[in-house]
């Protein structure tokens, strides 16, 4: 499924990353569309460094997700799905955020396979 | 002439393979739709159409002749990596390389005094069997394996300004912040905010932003602690001169939730990760082929920081640093004669969320002979 608005869980990634980031979410009295966020880099999302190794960009991914699981599943009541716990599910956020290349858009599939969020209709 | 290597076939193989889904869809769609569908990326469908009206612009009296002049429109797309990173992410193509578990993204690299080379940065990355052993109180204790691979390759070695390639296995401990935190009141935010019709909404986007920062201030100054030790393969990307390490790291990351202090007002997040590790180089190491092909410590570091520059200086950028540092020690006085005991690299730029405004950086990593600087503005790269 492509990045989508009628995705709840989608959405849920794009608020957290836009309120990381919200200088850069809201500028020129204009705030970025669910659209235009779907091509925010995660390298940029996570705080990860222009020229940062591998390990360190690991690190960076690992800490974004801790702090979005934290979030979407005490704030937003999120569960996670029959095949995923607490590890499993830090370890895949990781793994989808880390690479140099990967937009938020890349992301949003994986966010949706791990959490059964409030309100989503299956 | 520039050489057609392994990397062209591939992007030409690519512009091929899209060229012809492209084609495939002309039969069912509206002419304006094939070109230009909204499925597609602007640069893709600016790209195509271009390559047609160069190829149409040379008068070709037969098919054969099309053929030709669209061949040699698509060798010049080849300079342009805008175009090929949009078709990597086109739907037609990442939906084939989603099965791929590497992320690749192609650079051009203009050098000082030499032709323009295509590069292909990719990077895998992987963590096996997290295990979390302790979460309870303020800090939860994990562990997990780790593999990373990255660099960079170009149509020939000696073009490439950042030849190291690297691959590592780790066994990383962690300890991090439990985040044993509460729900915000109820009301604070919203529960319609989340909502598909208030996504775009800027009341909600900012009681949205305002209970994230609510939610995680209660943590107050947060350490991220990494640990571990490593195995690792570092190589150029003919594979010829090699280096195999082991050793130990760590890591630690500092980032204030506390919206009332300076790094957590301004959102300044530093990092910084040292090591010390055996490397056993083979033959064909520069060092090596200095004449000491002995094993050696070496230590290493990188530190990062992020600064939005939003409130700091009302840019609308991000400013990153980023320093590596290897060296040797208690090299000898051959080795240091040679200059091949320490590199440093460092970089410096400005971001935006959808990509790099411009970057700077300046040093040499490992196998690299000579310092070398580069500058990169958006997509184009120069060294």
């Known amino acids: 499924m492509s990045w989508s608005s009628n995705n709840i869980a989608h959405r849920l990634i794009w608020i957290f990353a836009r309120s990381l980031h919200r200088d850069a979410a809201f500028k020129h009295d204009k705030l970025t569309t669910f659209i235009e966020g779907g091509e925010w880099n995660t390298s940029f999302i996570i705080d990860s460094a222009v020229g940062a190794s591998d390990a360190e960009r690991q690190n960076r991914a690992d800490i974004f997700a801790r702090k979005f699981n934290a979030w979407i599943t005490l704030e937003k009541e999120a569960i996670y799905e029959d095949n995923y716990s607490l590890s499993s599910a830090i ?3 990781t793994d989808a955020f880390a690479p140099a290349t990967a937009k938020l858009k890349d992301c949003a599939d994986t966010v949706d396979e791990i959490y059964r969020c409030k309100g989503e209709v299956n | 002439m520039r050489r057609v290597n392994f990397l062209s076939k591939i992007a030409i193989g690519m512009l091929i393979f899209y ?15 094939t070109f230009c569908p909204n499925s597609l990326s602007a640069e893709i469908c600016d790209s195509y159409v271009m390559m047609l009206k ?12 099309f053929k030709e002049a669209v061949s040699i429109a698509a060798k010049a797309s080849l300079h342009d ?8 992410q086109s739907p037609v193509l990442s939906s084939k390389l989603s099965n791929i578990p590497i992320s690749l993204q192609f650079k051009l690299l203009e050098r000082e005094s ?17 295990t979390v052993y ?23 070695a000696q073009e490439n300004p950042r030849n190291f390639i690297t691959g590592k296995l780790a066994f990383v401990g962690r300890s991090m912040p439990s985040f044993n935190l509460q729900k915000l009141q109820a009301g604070l935010v919203p ?40 195995f690792g393969v570092e190589t150029d990307q003919r594979f010829e001169a090699k280096n195999q390490t082991f050793g130990g790291f760590m890591f630690v990351a500092y980032e204030d939730m506390r919206i009332d202090s300076f790094l957590g007002y301004n959102n300044i997040k530093p990092s910084l990760r040292i090591a010390a590790e055996t490397v056993d180089p083979n033959r064909e190491t520069p060092r090596a082929l200095a004449g000491d092909n002995s094993s050696y410590t070496r230590l290493a570091a990188e530190f990062s920081l992020i600064v939005p520059l939003q409130k700091l200086a009302g840019l609308p950028y991000y400013f990153t640093f980023n320093y590596q540092a290897y060296e040797e020690m208690g090299a000898s006085k051959l080795v240091k004669t040679a200059n091949l005991h320490a590199y440093q690299l460092k970089t410096y730029s400005l971001n935006t969320p959808t990509g790099i405004f411009v970057s700077y950086s300046s040093g040499r990593l490992p196998f690299v002979l000579a310092n070398e600087s580069t500058v990169e503005i958006g997509f184009q790269t120069y060294f």
Do not use: W
């Open chain 1, 91 to 93: 370890q895949t956020l």
């Open chain 2, 19 to 33: 060229a012809a889904n492209v084609l495939a869809q002309q039969q069912k769609t509206s002419a304006k739709e």
């Open chain 2, 54 to 65: 160069d190829a149409a612009a040379t008068n070709p009296k037969s098919i054969n002749e």
């Open chain 2, 81 to 88: 990596p805008k175009v090929l990173n949009a078709v990597l």
């Open chain 2, 114 to 130: 030499a032709e323009a080379v295509i590069g292909m940065q990719f990077s895998y990355s992987k963590a096996f069997n997290q």
């Open chain 2, 134 to 156: 302790r979460s309870d109180g303020i800090r939860e204790r994990s562990y997990q394996i780790q593999l990373d691979i990255d660099g960079v390759i170009t149509q020939n």
């Open chain 2, 191 to 230: 529960e319609y905010c989340v909502d598909e019709a208030h996504i775009n909404d800027r009341a909600c986007f900012e009681l949205e932003a305002d209970g994230v920062e609510a939610f995680f201030e209660p943590m107050g100054s947060a350490f991220y602690l990494n640990y571990g030790a490593d």
